[in-house]
């Protein structure tokens, strides 16, 4: 009899399928260094771990993929190497364009505002007291993808009556820390970066001082349209329902909140404005 017990148990055992692990990879691009954001991004990861394990009863793990630069990162959610991932307004509105199927997860909540600002920055013994000062000046930006370090700058620049043309050279460098450490060295005579990369270089001492503030959307969290329907959904209602202070603190904002296409509408304005390039 207890032979045949364990042998009922046994096959019981064989034909129940083992609950397999939900692998998710979440990708970023390296708008600053990669081993900072490393340090930034993973302790969110975990707690995204832990709330959608709970939520979907099964094991979830999360591996994080860093871009080398913000077109790889944008080809990679198209090409559904990434799962879900964290971009800039403007590598969102490209990546919906490519494919309309992403899914738009949630933005991140800065002081309980989805707006943040970028800075136009200088030396901090420079003569350029605005930007009015920049013509016949060197700029550096960042990635010709990024919001702020491309987009927002240029068009706050023609707002103001500087073109392209006017300046004596730009150039795009890529990371916001790169674009800071140039003007900082004096590679450049300005340029535009996020202001959190701005105040953490001028806490470490770099010498640089801002003449122009403007506004951006703060960033969406967004799903490849490759992914199953119920991880999305669990992990939007997961995002949304963070308040671990720990991972919050580390990515420097308080929370996220529901997002719609129409919250980066003035995105979209910003990258259709050519005014900067004109002749």
Same mark, same amino acid.
Do not use: F, H, R, T
């Given at each position: 009899m207890k032979k045949y017990c364990l042998g009922l148990l046994l096959t019981f055992c064989v034909q129940?399928? $083992? !609950?397999?692990?939900?692998?998710l990879v979440f990708g970023i691009y390296t708008s600053d260094k990669a081993t900072a954001m490393v340090k930034q991004f993973r302790p969110?990861?975990?707690v995204i771990e832990t709330k959608m394990t709970s939520k979907l009863g099964e094991p979830v793990q999360i591996r994080m993929q860093i871009s080398k630069n913000y077109q790889e990162g944008l080809n990679d959610l198209i090409d559904g190497k990434f799962d879900f991932a964290r971009f800039?307004?403007?590598?969102?509105? !490209? $990546?919906k364009e490519a494919n309309p199927q992403i899914t738009l997860l949630a933005m991140e909540s800065n002081n309980g505002s989805k707006t943040f600002n970028g800075v136009i920055c200088v030396h901090s013994n420079s003569t350029i007291e605005s930007v009015n000062d920049l013509k016949g000046k060197s700029f550096a930006f960042g990635d010709e993808n990024s919001t702020i370090g491309r987009y927002l700058s240029q068009a706050y620049l023609a707002q103001h009556s500087i073109i392209s043309k006017q300046l004596e050279h730009y150039s795009y460098l890529g990371r916001h820390d790169k674009v800071g450490t140039a003007v900082a060295t004096e590679q450049f005579d300005?340029? $535009?970066?996020?202001e959190n990369t701005f105040k953490k270089l001028v806490k470490k001492g770099a010498p640089l001082k801002a003449i122009a503030y403007f506004e951006n959307v703060t960033k969406p969290w967004i799903a490849s349209a490759t992914l199953d329907e119920k991880i999305t959904i669990s992990l939007q209602e997961t995002l949304l329902s963070i308040t671990d202070p720990? $991972? !919050?603190k580390a990515i420097k904002k308080d929370g996220f909140l529901l997002a719609t296409d129409s919250d980066y509408k003035k995105i979209r304005m910003a990258m259709a404005d050519t005014q900067f390039f004109n002749e």
């Open positions: 129940q399928p $083992a !609950l397999a692990d939900v692998e969110m990861l975990n800039g307004p403007a590598s969102y509105i !490209l $990546a300005a340029g $535009a970066l996020k720990n $991972a !919050l």
